[in-house]
């Protein structure tokens, strides 16, 4: 009988953990994923916040931490990263760039952000997030069901089988108080351009501020039928 590949093993971790621990709390499911997984997984950040790197740090001071450098940031986001950095001086971070400078992506394709923005972020994120989580055997997100209809069903645990790996989504089930109250209540790092009105914070070229009321992912590729980046299916 031919012995489970890795690959096998993981996705009946990620299944079996999927009914065990639907209910769980952040905490416990980064303390599971630190139990199960040892050194060999991630944090994904998109340096909105810190409170996905606050949470993980408790259970691994020197945890990774994904930042996708898409080379197309606000200065704000870059400026959180950095703060990140000091705040957490045991945190790592992994800073997975695309295979081309943004000068040369434009010098061949133009600006795809504006003329083909799948592509672009095919290119500068799902490419190089990819490349990057194929050294690991977990990666948590801050993905929250509330963000958008797309997400209203994700599980704390799933299997990523377009990755290959297991998806940890610890606050998957926190409202935007709870997400709130968790900022104030721990003073945690916040980009400054939330507080300028941007909720939903991607990069510069592809981001707007949402009109008052409006759904607060409404201002990522403000006027086209793209709602997600294709990080997340």
């Known amino acids: 009988m031919t012995a489970p ?27 599971w994923t630190a139990r199960t997984f040892g050194e060999s997984w991630i944090v994904a950040s998109n340096m909105q916040d810190a409170v996905l790197i606050d949470l993980a740090v408790k259970v691994k001071p020197d945890i990774d931490v994904l930042f996708l450098e898409t080379g197309y940031h606000f200065a704000e986001t870059i400026g959180t990263r950095d703060a990140v950095d000091l705040v957490y001086p045991d945190v790592h971070i992994v ?15 133009g600006l795809l952000n504006r003329t083909d923005p799948s592509r672009c972020c095919n290119l500068r994120k799902v490419v190089p997030l990819q490349r990057t989580l194929k050294n690991y055997d977990a990666w948590v997100t801050g993905v929250r069901r509330v963000d958008a209809p797309t997400r209203a069903n994700t599980p704390i645990v799933q299997w990523d089988d377009r990755n290959g790996l297991v998806k940890v989504n610890p606050i998957a089930p926190w409202s935007d108080d709870e997400f709130n109250a968790y900022i104030a209540e721990h003073g945690i790092l916040e980009n400054p351009l939330v507080q300028a009105g941007y909720p ?7 981001t707007a501020k949402p009109l008052p009321g409006a759904d607060p992912r409404s201002g990522r590729w403000a006027g086209q039928a793209k709602t997600e980046c294709g990080l997340h299916g």
């Open 95 to 109: 800073n997975a760039a695309a295979e081309q400078s943004v000068a040369d992506q434009e010098r061949e394709f």
């Open 5 to 31: 590949t890795r690959a096998e093993e993981l996705k009946v971790i990620a299944e079996a953990a999927s009914v065990e621990l639907a209910d769980a709390t952040a905490e416990e499911a980064l303390a």
């Open 200 to 206: 939903s914070i991607g990069c510069a070229p592809c």
